[in-house]
């Protein structure tokens, strides 16, 4: 198959790991120059998270979902060529599906179990962005191998995808050294933006999917800009520098669940119902708790 971008994507790939080497260095030292503090065993277990997920899509991707992706290429319903609006659509339907993949993972626990993994830090800097499951090859690429039948060549898609990645990394930067940046809040992803993704408070439970345009969280009403400042992690928090836990843990509470469900359509429930529904209660799911608490009545009496 003859593949007129082959050039740029051998040089995009590989450069997106480089450019993750380079830019959580740099941050590391620019935040022991301003002593700011963060947590030495926290980021290993994300940098090991990162190298075992990112290992695990790269074979995935050699051994199967390339060839997948070349053969919808094969069968394509139509060709975008390689012009500027090729490209353009490409970027744009890529981080829509980015979009319907992150909120998949966060709606469906059995998803969640996959990539709740990138959650469990409880600090925000650039080694949070690298935090993978291990298994994030068994389901990712799903929401993305479809594209060449509609006419993204292969290569075109990963060049666009690393180009993505990279700016999936920026806005993990440490809040002590990006702030908000005027403007563009509300029509990019910011990093201040995606602190409200990662913050553990209950109006920012949820929020903020996207990962470059900002449109989609508008589109959808996901959005919610940043007003306090986040305390990041899982509303249960667990060992944040623990490998095994935060690989394992999601897996070994929802087989439990499993385990003492009394009916397999609890069983369904549980593997693709939103994380928080118990056959038992309470009813934990994110939407119904912020509802509940939108319905309160105000805990100060009216004078």
């Known amino acids: 198959m003859s593949d007129p971008f082959a050039a740029l994507r051998d040089v995009a790939v590989p450069a997106t790991y480089v450019f ?4 959580l260095a740099l ?3 620019v935040m022991l120059a301003a002593r700011i503090r ?3 065993r926290s980021g290993l277990a994300s940098i090991i998270s990162g190298i075992t997920s990112f290992a695990m899509l790269a074979v995935a991707d050699r051994l199967w979902f390339a060839a997948l992706a070349v053969f919808a290429w094969s069968h394509r319903l139509t060709d975008l060529g390689g012009g500027p609006l090729a490209w353009l659509a490409t970027f744009v339907v890529y981080d829509l599906m980015f979009y319907v993949a992150h ?20 600090e925000m800097r650039l080694t949070s962005a690298v935090r993978g499951s291990v298994f994030d090859f068994v389901y990712l690429p799903w929401f993305f191998v479809w594209m060449p039948l509609c006419g993204v060549h292969p290569s075109m898609l990963l060049v666009v995808e690393s180009f993505a990645r990279m ?8 809040p002590g050294l990006v702030g908000r940046l005027g403007w563009l809040e509300g029509l990019w992803t910011t990093p ?3 602190r409200v993704h990662h913050g553990r408070e209950l109006p920012y439970l949820d929020r903020n999917y996207s ?3 900002v449109l989609w969280d508008r589109l959808f009403r996901t959005y ?3 007003t306090i400042v986040p305390t990041y992690g899982l509303t249960v928090p667990i060992d944040a520098g623990s490998y095994a836990a935060i690989q394992f843990g999601p897996w070994r509470a929802l087989w439990r669940d499993l385990r003492r469900a009394r009916s397999w359509k609890a069983r369904f429930r549980y593997l693709f119902d939103a994380p928080g529904w118990d056959e038992d209660g309470p009813d934990l799911r994110v939407r119904t708790v912020q509802r509940a608490a939108l319905l309160a009545p105000s805990s100060r009496e009216d004078r």
Not at 103 to 119: D, I, P, Q, S, Y
Not at 167 to 174: C, D, E, R
Request: aromatic share 8%.
């Open 20 to 23: 993750a080497v380079v830019v």
């Open 27 to 29: 941050e590391a030292l």
């Open 38 to 40: 963060f947590s030495n």
């Open 103 to 122: 909120r998949a993972g966060h709606e469906v626990r059995l998803l969640w179990c996959f990539h709740g993994t990138h959650h469990t830090t409880d």
């Open 167 to 174: 700016w999936g990394i920026l806005t993990h930067v440490s």
């Open 192 to 194: 201040s933006a995606h």
């Open 211 to 213: 990962e470059s345009l």
């Open 224 to 226: 919610t800009p940043e």
